[in-house]
């Protein structure tokens, strides 16, 4: 028995032992195979070759790829904003979606349009964000431009999902980072932000849960000195904006305005009506957030008539204001809807608003070589100030490469007048864009843009395929990129084919009504007169300063005024000296020609009504000459 028991032991050892032995071997092949797979050697592979392999792979995932187009495709609801970059004139435009009536397409294209060649860019990086729509984007002086949230849906839109990520671009490089924060703001759509000095401010925006949608009136502020996010606390009792989405938000030297903007509330048997806001606001900044409070502004002169879909953008201590639309509850079966093309300007030291009206495009008159010695003088006059007042520059070697505001001001409309000439020739309207909601907008050096938009005209959505111009300075036209209006336009000759009838029943009932309303259109005229004449004189609220005068360039008045508003300068600015206090008297002065800009703008008015003006000659105060 010990004989057997002895061979069955040895039996097994040598099992296991040759069981080892192919698992070992197993083992090795398995190794490999996957060292083939990822391209080593049968031996063992040096560290610093597997780290740098990684970092290859990782440099490939943020490569960014940049290649020139011709134009984005059609899409709603993208975002537009100016590369932050000092003296770039770029726009960036990011995402959107498009829907050919069955199905919708979401985008994470990233383009850019520099203004100086007309060229347009397309952006592509394995690092961007996932494609969405109705997101949220905003530059940074500092040079980033920061994007949050958005929206996606299934292609037959049954569900949707909203994100609540936070990403940066940077605006040289084009490489997008993605910021990871588990405390932020949630997720949502709708959302507005702002700048202020070296916070992003968020507010508002919703979220859609398929049965009902939540609207949202958080306020966040996203730091860039430590990009991260913190909520603003408001005390228990502090009141504060309603939720809403799709409102207006601008920066101002003391905060943030909050404007107008669209939000649910409870209706019968728990269905929800919408809410067009027309409320303004002024988020009063401190560097502690403890310390930040809502401000309400009181409704004061003419302002716009209810709407949505329409946001102001910010422009020189002003908010300018494109389109929207506004729906009339006449039944529950029926909808209609008003949609406006007018642009308006909304003044935020004097929380005013004012139309703003297209002129007649002015003939171009041959260009004549420009005395330099007004320039000079004006440099002789502001060093001359600063040397009365011991606050020229300490060293002027620093200096002698800058150039003047007066210089790059000269340089700026050369390089306009340069784009005008070289570039092609786009066509120009003298009247404003088609009537639209959602139209995306950004302003570059006194340009105002407009991106695409919605229609809609019964049940159906047009989606406006365009792109403009508007020059805030002259207001002289519509510079016309592209625009397709093809769909809207077929629609609108069969909707004609079928309610011509209607309409003739319509006209008959209406010239039976005028007879009855002489007495009220003999008294709409006076109505309008009184406007008129309101508008006229525009409360003027600093008016010891010095005022632009009619067709004068921003450029001609600052040569006017520019000592004035140096000394001014010196007042308000006890710690700067030379360079520094030049900046800060052009800053006064160009916020002084924009402040101005409505009241100059009916002065200019009043003049072509009164004869014309063929021509503005401006007097060389520096040669004498005696009036006969």
């Known amino acids: ?173 084009k490489e997008w980072t993605k910021i990871d924060q588990k405390r932020g703001p949630s997720a949502r759509s709708g959302h507005r932000l702002a700048v202020w000095k070296n916070y992003i401010i968020l507010s508002g925006g919703f979220r859609d849960l398929g049965s009902s949608t939540t609207y949202l009136n958080d306020i966040w502020l996203f730091d860039i000195t430590s990009y991260k996010w913190t909520q603003v606390e408001f005390p228990p009792n502090h009141p504060i904006p309603d939720a809403r989405s799709g409102h207006s938000f601008i920066p101002y030297a003391d905060g943030v305005v909050l404007y107008g903007g669209y939000c649910k509330v409870k209706a019968k048997k728990g269905l929800q009506k919408g809410k067009v806001l027309t409320d303004c606001w002024l988020l009063k900044m401190k560097s502690d957030p403890k310390s930040i409070r809502f401000e309400r502004r009181r409704k004061q002169g003419a302002t716009p008539t209810p709407r949505v879909g329409c946001s102001l953008v910010y422009h020189k201590n002003r908010g300018i204001m494109f389109g929207g639309v506004y729906d009339y509850d006449e039944s529950e079966e029926q909808l209609d809807s008003e949609f406006y093309n007018q642009l308006y300007s909304y003044q935020i030291e004097t929380n005013r608003w004012y139309n703003l009206t297209l002129k007649p495009r002015r003939a171009k008159k041959q260009q004549v070589k420009e005395n330099k010695s007004r320039d000079e003088d004006l440099e002789d006059i502001l060093n001359s100030i600063l040397a009365k007042a011991k606050l020229n520059d300490e060293d002027d070697e620093e200096d002698a490469g800058e150039l003047s505001q007066i210089e790059k001001l000269k340089q700026l409309e050369e390089q306009e007048e340069k784009f005008d000439e070289e570039m092609v020739e786009y066509p120009m309207m003298n009247q404003y864009p088609h009537p639209r909601f959602n139209a995306t907008t950004c302003v570059v050096d006194d340009h105002l843009y407009i991106y695409g938009g919605i229609f809609e005209r019964g049940n159906s959505e047009f989606n406006l395929d365009s792109f403009y111009a508007i020059d805030l300075g ?77 067709f004068e360039s921003l450029r001609a008045f600052y040569v006017r005024t520019g000592a004035q508003f140096l000394e001014w300068a010196i007042s308000s600015n006890r710690e700067a000296r030379g360079k520094y206090l030049k900046k800060a008297a052009f800053d006064l002065c160009e916020g002084r020609f924009w402040e101005r800009r409505e009241q100059v703008s009916i002065a200019e008015d009043n003049l072509e009504e009164m004869g014309g003006v063929g021509e503005v000659v401006e007097k060389d105060l520096t040669k004498a000459t005696k009036r006969r």
């Open 1 to 173: 028995m010990a004989k057997k028991d002895k061979k069955s032991k040895e039996a097994k050892k040598a099992r296991t032992a040759e069981k080892q032995k192919k698992n070992q071997s197993k083992a090795e092949s398995k190794d490999k195979k996957l060292a083939k797979k990822l391209g080593e050697d049968e031996d063992d592979q040096d560290i610093d070759e597997i780290l740098a392999q990684y970092a290859k792979e990782q440099e490939q995932f943020e490569a960014v790829h940049i290649d020139v187009c011709s134009k984005p495709s059609r899409r709603l609801n993208p975002t537009l904003v100016a590369n932050p970059t000092h003296g770039k004139r770029e726009l960036i435009l990011f995402g959107g979606e498009s829907n050919d009536g069955t199905k919708s397409h979401f985008y994470n294209e990233l383009f850019s349009y520099t203004i100086d060649n007309d060229t347009w860019r397309k952006i592509v990086s394995k690092n961007a964000p996932l494609p969405r729509s109705s997101h949220a984007m905003c530059s940074h002086p500092s040079g980033i431009m920061l994007m949050f949230g958005g929206e996606f849906s299934s292609p037959k839109q049954s569900t949707f999902y909203h994100y609540g990520d936070t990403w940066i671009l940077e605006a040289d490089t």
């Open 474 to 550: 002259k207001l002289d036209g519509v510079k016309v990129f592209w625009e397709d209006l093809s769909e809207l336009e077929k629609e609108e000759v069969n909707s004609d084919d079928e309610y011509d009838e209607e309409d003739d029943e319509e006209d008959e009932d209406e010239e039976d009504e005028e007879g009855n309303d002489e007495d009220d259109d003999d008294e709409e005229p006076e109505e309008e007169e009184e406007e008129e004449e309101e508008e006229d004189e525009i409360p003027d609220p600093r008016p010891w300063l010095p005022h632009p005068k009619p």
